[in-house]
Nanobody
């Protein structure tokens, strides 16, 4: 099992910044990929950013250039730096980990992302 604990969610005004943190513990040898997903009220869950063990970091198009995901292997942490936040970024953000996957679009469908944190709320007001 893998435990994931998010922190850093808050309410900010549009144009502001936040950094989300996720502490991972447990059987981390099975976590080839770490990332962030989000779900807004009334909307489907979507991938925000994923760091796979192989290949390049993946971002959803709407956050490219504004969000940066990073992973600290020594501390078992993963971060999401969010700049120039927009009201449409309002959602519950989940730290996610798993064995990862291959194939086009697989991370967008959360395939192989087996462990989820409880989530942290990000609210962006206009």
């Amino acid at each position: 099992q893998v435990q994931l604990t998010e922190s850093g969610g808050s309410s900010v005004q549009a144009g502001g910044s936040l950094r989300l943190s996720c502490a991972a513990s447990g059987n981390l040898w099975i976590t080839n990929a770490l990332g962030w997903y989000r779900q807004a009220p009334g909307k489907q869950r979507e991938m925000v950013a994923v760091v796979p063990d192989r290949g390049s970091t993946k971002y959803i198009e709407s956050v490219k250039g504004r969000f940066t995901i990073s992973r600290d292997f020594a501390k078992n942490m993963v971060y999401l730096q969010m700049n120039n936040l927009k009201p449409e970024d309002t959602a519950v953000y989940y730290c996610v980990a798993g064995r990862g996957c291959t194939g086009a679009g697989c991370y967008e469908r959360a395939i192989g992302m087996d462990y989820w944190g409880a989530g942290t709320q990000v609210t962006v007001s206009s």
